[in-house]
């Protein structure tokens, strides 16, 4: 019944002629639940990322254009095959794709680990200021997944892209090409020289932990934990390396607009554990954090911490004036 209920409240929002963008980010942060269409999540990403325009008149021509502007951009880059490509920009990719999410069969098969190779490294040469940097790789796999999920009826975790349509695999790797490069846009200073967007999300994520939670900030204090040994990974990979991938999903429904604050609420979590812990085994926790288990409850509680504390700190300045 709920199911249901959440299915009307999606249909009344994508099917009106021009979707209202701020109803249906509205209804995205509460979740799209599994036994949902596959599509629904598609569509409203590709919307919520303002690549599948809010006028329903426009989304089929402009899909078409985009995706021909991809291929139109690999064919260019690819013009002297392999040996033509920047061999520094692509030594670097090819060696992380296969790094990517080794224990899953989608992402270990040949045709998946092409695509993303062409989608990173294309991107890379059309943002020189920042170039590959490694962990966009990881950024990439959420959008691949959910648009295979499209036009597929099994688990994608476990399927061989090979068994595609070629004309489906392109429409695929494109529009995964395309919500990178969206999501990217707003946060490109994280990747560009020194990063200097993930030192500034990790001096807030310290001063959000001095704030809500003094006794563990002391405590990492006191035991010469610098936020930047644990939390840069976090920043750079969006959580993406510390939980499975049906969760980052669903932690994706929300995109980059408070990832810090689900990264304050991460690290609160685990407040009881890492203050009976010394500086190693501290160290030794972060890197390995007990998430194998966790269910979709223990993201949707992470998720509401998170969303309580954006309501907090986000809209009032005085509240994190050094921030």
């Known amino acids: 019944m709920k199911s249901s209920r959440c299915l009307n409240k999606f249909k009344d929002v994508l099917q009106s002629a021009n979707i209202d963008l701020d109803a249906l980010r509205n209804l995205n942060w509460l979740g799209i639940p599994n036994e949902l269409p596959s599509e629904l999540r598609s569509i409203t990403w590709q919307l919520l990322l303002e690549y599948l ?4 008149d426009r989304q089929v021509k402009t899909l078409a254009r985009k995706r021909q502007e991809y ?3 690999v064919s260019q880059a690819y013009a002297r095959g392999i040996a033509g490509l920047d061999q520094t920009i692509w030594h670097q990719i090819h ?4 790094r990517t999410n080794p224990g899953t069969i989608l992402y270990q098969c040949e045709t998946t680990q092409q695509c993303l190779e062409r989608v990173l490294y294309v991107w890379a040469i059309r943002h020189p200021a920042s170039g590959y940097v490694q962990g966009i790789n990881d950024l990439v796999t959420p959008f691949f997944q959910v648009f295979l999920s499209f036009y597929i009826d099994e688990n994608p975790e476990n399927y061989d892209t090979s068994c595609l349509p070629k004309n489906v695999l392109d429409v695929i790797e494109a529009d995964s090409f395309w919500c990178l490069s969206k999501l990217l846009d707003g946060i490109q200073d994280n990747y560009t020289f020194a990063q200097p967007g993930i030192q500034r999300q990790i001096n807030k994520l310290k001063d959000l932990i001095n704030r809500i939670n003094a006794p563990l900030a002391a405590h990492l204090q006191k035991e010469g934990v610098e936020y930047l040994q644990f939390a840069f990974r ?5 959580l ?4 499975s991938l049906k969760h980052t999903i669903r932690i994706s429904d929300g995109f980059s607009v408070f990832h810090l604050y689900v990264c304050v609420a991460f690290l609160d979590k685990w407040s009881d554990e ?3 812990r010394d500086f190693q ?3 030794m926790f972060l890197q390995s954090l007990p998430t194998a288990k966790w269910k979709e409850q223990d993201i949707e509680l992470l998720l509401s ?5 954006k309501s907090l700190y986000h809209e009032a300045p005085n509240h994190l004036s050094r921030v």
């Not at 993406?240 to 939980?243: A, H, K």
């Open 53 to 56: 325009p809010c006028n329903a």
């Open 71 to 73: 291929f139109e951009g």
């Open 95 to 98: 060696i992380d794709v296969p």
């Open 234 to 238: 976090w920043m750079n990979c969006l």
């Open 240 to 243: 993406m390396r510390e939980m």
């Open 274 to 276: 890492l203050k009976t």
């Open 281 to 283: 085994g501290i160290m």
């Open 305 to 309: 911490e998170a969303y309580r504390l």
